[in-house]
């Protein structure tokens, strides 16, 4: 990702952040609707999920710059997934919900170069924690 792409996603995730629970809330109808089979891996509480969902991808874009630190947690993460029994052809649907989401949300201000943005940044984050799924030994 390039610096411009990074600026993008944070302020257009910044847009976001006063509608987060309302955001999650919608992305898990999404989600369900593309999948209802993804329904039960989901044990806990989901408003708790949501905001654990939006307090991660909030950390991530912290953590944009500092690589090192960000690509650790991120396989962790992705191996613990491998736990709630994610497997990888799951990271395409929550990808999809995902950005159908920020696009119901922001309207007109989600705009194609920030869509790309996106889209760039989930590929990273998808593709970090299923390698971190296959190598569980290393991630823990
Ligand atoms: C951007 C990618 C993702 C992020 C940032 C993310 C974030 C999180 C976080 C922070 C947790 C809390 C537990 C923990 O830290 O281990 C969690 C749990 C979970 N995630 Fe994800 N996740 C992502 C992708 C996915 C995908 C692709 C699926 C597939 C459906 C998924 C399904 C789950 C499930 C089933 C749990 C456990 C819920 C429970 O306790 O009932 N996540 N996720």
Redesign the pocket.
Known sequence: MNLRQIALVRSSFALVQPIASEAATLFYDN?FRADPT?RQ????DMTH?GQ??M???GS?LQLLDRPAALLPVLRS?GA??AG???RPQ??D??GAA?LLTLEQGLGSAFTAETRAAWTEL?GV??RT?IEGAQEPALSS
Request: net charge positive; glycine share 8%.
């Open positions: 989600l993804l891996l989901f044990k806990g999920q654990r969902l307090g991660m991808i991530a993460l613990r997934h709630y029994q994610v799951h990271y649907t929550v995902l989930y984050i998808a924690m």
